[in-house]
DNA sequence: GCGACAG
DNA sequence: ATCTTGTCGC
């Protein structure tokens, strides 16, 4: 695949519904879930507000071990596109990958605000930026979009989430007073494996490290702005 | 046909 | 996602 294949997996040429359903197919043929990376030093969390007719999208880049913030990057585009579920990517792809860019230091994995593979057509937001950028990526929602899951009962509980019977992600318990949120791969990312390390970054909040950083760092952007004007 | 539906 | 203070519960 070229560049600018590439380029119209994340700026479509047409915004017709059918157009973009075969873009999500063209994610969906090249997803692997299978455990891709060889090093795992830097993780970073992604996550996107809004204000006005504007997205405002922050990047955080965090010592796997540590948890220590090592970098953070944002970027403010206009809104491109609309909400429409099943296709946040076209919302969101483009300026979360813009902000990414602006990084000195890559992360070895993202933890992306959205879907992963847990999606009808096998292409959520996290899906859609690890197979435009080649890079491994989980994905963490707060709601379940498609599959069924028993409910975790304890704190770091997780229950197999299942979508046309085959299992799909996690139902995780994160912590004790908050809902379970939904970890499932991305890219490049087993389904075991982006459990550990969703596990491995919870620090006693509903969102593990990364997002959760990613997620105050959009909101204090957003407050400054509205603060100026 | 009806309802559900990441952010 | 966003509009928003207090408030119930551990």
């Not at 994340?10 to 090249?30: A, G, H």
């Not at 220590?68 to 792809?93: D, G, H, N, Q």
């Not at 070895?108 to 890079?135: E, F, K, Q, W, Y």
């Not at 992600?169 to 990312?189: C, E, F, Q, T």
């Amino acid at each position: 695949m070229n560049r600018l294949d590439k380029l119209q997996l994340i700026y479509p040429e047409s915004y017709e519904r059918d157009s973009l359903i075969r873009i999500q197919q063209e994610i969906s043929k090249q997803v692997t879930i299978e455990d891709l990376f060889d090093k795992l030093q830097l993780i970073g969390g992604v996550d996107c507000a809004l204000i006005k007719d504007s997205i405002i999208c922050s990047v955080v880049v965090m010592d796997y071990k540590t948890m220590e913030i090592i970098e953070k990057a944002s970027v403010i585009e206009p809104v491109a596109f609309p909400y429409i579920p099943t296709f946040l990517s076209f919302r969101e792809a483009a300026p979360m990958i813009n902000a990414v860019l602006q990084l000195k230091n890559i992360p070895d994995i993202l933890m992306i605000d959205g879907c992963g593979i847990n999606h009808p057509r096998t292409a959520g937001l996290a899906t859609h930026i690890g197979v435009s950028m080649d890079i491994p990526t989980i994905g963490i929602a707060k709601n379940i979009l498609c599959g069924v899951s028993d409910e975790p009962e304890y704190v770091s509980d997780a229950k197999a989430l299942m979508y046309n019977r085959i299992q799909v992600g996690w139902y995780l318990k994160s912590s004790k007073r908050s809902n379970p949120i939904v970890i499932a791969p991305g890219h490049r990312v087993s389904i075991k494996t982006s459990l550990t390390i969703v596990r491995n970054c919870l620090r006693g909040y509903k969102l593990p490290e990364p997002t959760r950083n990613a997620h105050l760092e959009a909101g204090r952007i957003k407050q400054e702005i509205k603060n100026e004007q």
